[in-house]
């Protein structure tokens, strides 16, 4: 699969609250809100993600979650906190352009089952009555088998 363009999905992103919110960082500035690319299975080799891998970050956000600035600690974002404000993002940014209509789900459409047809009982087929009844065996135990061996 090739890796999804679309200026209007990634146009989204205009005047959208900040997804990524990195604490310490994020003022929810949403006139300076883009849609930062998350890497995926197509990024490399000088190719950017899917359009379809994006989270809405405001300036400061997306530059801290692309490794150019450092956090209010000093240091660069770790890895683990790097894929918690990805996915919280990704997860958030993907509902609101559902909302919007940017991206469609289709609903699941419930439908009745149809009632199985029934033969009328006049036709349906007899079940066979037994003939004969089981033999009668005498019922042993356990301790009556042992006491006949001399056990």
Same mark, same amino acid.
């Given at each position: 699969?090739?890796?999804?363009?679309?200026?209007?999905?990634?146009?989204?992103?205009?005047?959208?609250?900040?997804?990524?919110?990195?604490?310490?960082?994020?003022?929810?500035?949403?006139?300076?809100?883009v849609?930062?690319?998350?890497?995926?299975?197509?990024?490399?080799?000088?190719?950017?993600?899917?359009?379809l891998?994006?989270?809405?970050?405001?300036?400061?956000?997306?530059?801290?979650?692309? #490794? @150019?600035?450092?956090? $209010? *600690?000093?240091?660069?974002?770790?890895?683990?906190?790097?894929?918690?404000?990805?996915? !919280?993002? /990704?997860?958030?940014?993907?509902?609101?352009?559902?909302?919007?209509?940017?991206?469609?789900?289709?609903?699941?459409?419930?439908?009745?089952?149809?009632? #199985? @047809?029934?033969?009328? $009982? *006049?036709?349906?087929?007899?079940?066979?009555?037994?003939?004969?009844e089981w033999?009668? !065996?005498? /019922?042993k135990?356990?301790?009556?088998?042992?006491?006949?061996?001399?056990?």
């Amino acid at each position: 699969m090739t890796a999804l363009r679309s200026h209007k999905y990634l146009a989204g992103s205009k005047g959208a609250p900040c997804a990524l919110r990195i604490v310490g960082v994020c003022h929810d500035e949403r006139d300076t809100v883009v849609p930062c690319h998350v890497r995926d299975r197509h990024t490399g080799r000088s190719i950017k993600a899917s359009d379809l891998s994006v989270v809405d970050g405001c300036h400061r956000c997306h530059e801290v979650f692309d #490794r @150019r600035a450092s956090m $209010p *600690s000093g240091d660069l974002i770790s890895d683990e906190e790097w894929t918690f404000y990805a996915l !919280r993002g /990704l997860q958030e940014t993907l509902e609101r352009r559902r909302e919007i209509g940017l991206l469609f789900v289709p609903e699941p459409v419930h439908r009745e089952p149809k009632p #199985r @047809r029934r033969k009328p $009982p *006049s036709e349906r087929a007899r079940i066979p009555q037994r003939k004969a009844e089981w033999p009668k !065996r005498e /019922l042993k135990s356990r301790s009556t088998f042992q006491n006949k061996k001399g056990i």
